[in-house]
């Protein structure tokens, strides 16, 4: 059921994305990562993923940018997007949520409570 979709990781921490890869692989998705912004909009428009994890901060562009860069993306721009951030201020969520965010996370965070939220998120969707 979930093989087909496939989740792009965007953070520049390879600890944190290695266990990203292998959670939402024993849940069945397929991965993929990037550890930069430019690498990330390469990727979400090379390999369309059903959904992103993007990290607020990181190199060349930060999350921001590549939300705003995949709302512009007219035809897979609706794409759900959960921001994942160790900015837990009320003016960074509100701004990422207003930017078009899904989701946001603060980490630390609970793994599990992000693969039931990406679940949520990728139920009904092709």
């Known amino acids: 059921m979930n093989a087909l979709k496939t989740i792009l990781i965007a953070d520049d921490e ?7 890869e292998f959670r939402l692989r024993a849940k069945g998705y397929g991965t993929t990562v990037a550890s930069d912004g430019r690498e990330a909009l390469e990727k979400f428009a090379s390999e369309r993923p059903s959904a992103v994890v993007l990290d607020a901060m990181m190199p060349v562009h930060d999350g921001m940018e590549v939300l705003r860069r995949i709302r512009m993306d007219e035809q897979h721009g ?3 997007v959960i921001m994942l951030s160790a900015r ?3 003016e960074d969520i509100l701004r990422a949520l207003e930017a078009g965010a899904s989701d ?3 980490k630390p965070f609970l793994p599990e409570e992000l693969m039931v939220r990406l679940q949520r998120f990728l139920a009904g969707r092709l």
């Open 14 to 20: 390879p600890l944190l994305t290695e266990m990203l």
């Open 104 to 106: 946001y996370i603060v």
């Open 88 to 90: 837990r201020g009320e």
């Open 78 to 80: 609706d794409v759900p």
